[in-house]
């Protein structure tokens, strides 16, 4: 069996990663660095959002935005799809691809903007010219990590998840050194069982987070064309957690875009008493923030689902294949049935989401300097995610490459 393709991946994704890296410490001009360092370990959300989306909080650099623009573009544009406005789900590939980058640029450049009017004090002079050309540089560093994604999509393993599990495991020291803070306290008993206590939560969440990604309701389906034996085996699988990690990632940055467009408004407008409140409101660091978080983490986990099956192709291929579910007619009440199944799947997997990445968050409310920890069951669902699709994705790639060739 020739590993040659898996090799090549591997270099070239390998290669990603290292351009990454490079990017994620490249600063920015006209500020100063050490000062805005020091700012930036005081706003806890851009951080937290940081760990979910690629990017880099914790210093000024030209991958601050990380996959933040994108990931909310796509949110928003399945939104709109799902809606069919304007003949947008009947758009030719181009056309539609156009459209949605556009979308993205346009996030880019709301969220650019807002990252340098946040770090307006600590410019050598803000003028309009290092404005612009900050912002330039954030947005043009968002839109070249987001290159960097398509590529190794193509060429490489992991797709883009791969960027934010590196993004990801390079920022992870932040909850790591809280929870060894709170591990080294002086009496060695008090260690030893707060190290026990660490590590079976973590094997409890790691476990709970396979059990969800790998499991699956399966729908007994007739197809006319099977014998008898095979159509014991005959079903349609339903992912019991389908959009859980990526509800949890795509999250964060829909409650990015609106905290930074609070905070523009506050600046601009002190006397208004709802824009200050929203600014200091709207972050996962207020109970209001985390629980409209969580709704919006919720309903995510139950459109990715949605997205995830498409019931009215697959009731139609259904129907034109001759195949059926027992009782069910085909047609219309196949959909229906299909649609029932559905919902119900997605309901359990955006419960769990919210229970394990979701409710944690109130801890973090109450002890702030613990907010980072908070986040470690989340951040747990996205690594069972994004490094069970790479295995899948690498055995896929294996078993490709194991046939012989004809000639």
Do not use: H
């Not at 001759?322 to 069910?328: A, E, K, P």
């Amino acid at each position: 069996m020739s590993r040659k393709p898996l090799i090549r991946r591997i270099l070239f994704s390998a290669v990603i990663l290292a351009v990454y890296g490079f990017g994620k410490d490249i600063p920015l001009p006209n500020a100063d660095i050490y000062q805005v360092t020091e700012q930036l370990k005081e706003a806890s959300f851009l951080q937290i959002t940081s760990l979910a989306t690629g990017g880099n909080f914790t210093a000024p650099t030209i991958f601050s935005l990380g996959l933040a623009p994108w990931m909310a573009g796509m949110i928003f544009w399945q939104l709109l799809t799902l809606t069919k406005m304007g003949g947008i789900d009947q758009m030719p590939k181009e056309k539609s691809d156009r459209w949605r980058n556009l979308l993205i640029l346009l996030i880019a450049v709301i969220e650019g903007y807002g990252t340098t009017y946040m770090l307006r004090d600590y410019f050598s002079e803000f003028t309009q010219f290092q404005v612009f050309q900050t912002c330039l540089l954030i947005v043009a560093g968002a839109f070249f990590l987001i290159w960097l994604a398509s590529v190794n999509t193509v060429y490489g393993l992991g797709g883009p998840s791969l960027v934010i599990l590196f993004g990801m495991v390079s920022s992870y020291r932040v909850p790591v050194a809280q929870i060894t803070r709170m591990i080294l306290v002086e009496d060695l008993w008090g260690r030893i069982v707060l190290a026990i206590l660490v590590g079976v939560i973590v094997l409890g969440l790691i476990a709970l987070a396979l059990i969800f990604e790998r499991s699956e309701y399966r729908l007994p389906v007739n197809r006319i064309m099977n014998t008898a034996d095979m159509q014991k085996s005959a079903y349609i699988p339903l992912k019991l957690n389908a959009g859980g990690s990526l509800a949890f990632m795509f999250s964060l940055t829909v409650l990015l875009l609106p905290q930074i467009i609070f905070q523009y408004l506050a600046d601009s407008y002190p006397q208004n008493n709802v824009f200050w409140w929203l600014e200091n409101n709207s972050t996962t660091t207020s109970f209001f923030g985390v629980t409209l978080y969580n709704v919006i983490l919720f309903a995510l986990a139950v459109l990715f689902a949605q997205v995830m099956l498409d019931v009215t192709d697959l009731a139609e291929n259904l129907r034109k294949n001759g195949d059926y579910f027992t009782n069910i007619r085909p047609g219309k009440e196949t959909k229906k049935y299909l649609k029932q199944k559905q919902n119900a799947t997605a309901f359990i997997g955006a419960t769990f989401t919210v229970i394990v990445a979701g409710l944690p968050l109130y801890l973090g409310v109450i002890w702030p300097e613990y907010a980072a920890v908070v986040l470690m069951p989340g951040l747990t669902i996205i690594l069972v995610g994004i490094i069970t699709s790479i295995i899948l994705q690498i055995r896929a790639i294996n078993t490709l490459s194991s046939y012989e060739k004809l000639l």
